[in-house]
């Protein structure tokens, strides 16, 4: 099953970095970076607001844990967010260049 996951980080040298990362040991076919979102969020709790960066990371279902651990070794939040979401379709040409590039 193909996924997109969800990651927001606070700086383009960390998205830039996480990224670079996931798609070189292959658990990534692609990462976007959305640039400069605000984030309004209740931390400890209180209102709080952030300038992020979205990952958004095409991946497999199999390697969701992989991911979540390497972000998550990566990562400055102490709770960064990541979300996947299930492809519903996609063009065949596309999902077979997926399955090409991550096995």
Known sequence: MY????VTV???KEAR???GELVAQRL???????SQVESFFKW???LDRAKEFILVIKSKKGL???VVALVKKMHSYEVPEIISLAVAKGERKYMEWWD???G
């Open 44 to 46: 400890k709790g209180k």
């Open 17 to 19: 970095r996480i990224a």
């Open 28 to 34: 990534a076919v692609c990462v976007n970076i959305i």
């Open 10 to 12: 606070g700086n383009e």
């Open 3 to 6: 996924i997109i996951i969800l």
């Open 100 to 102: 090409e590039c991550l």
């Open 64 to 66: 969701f844990s992989k």
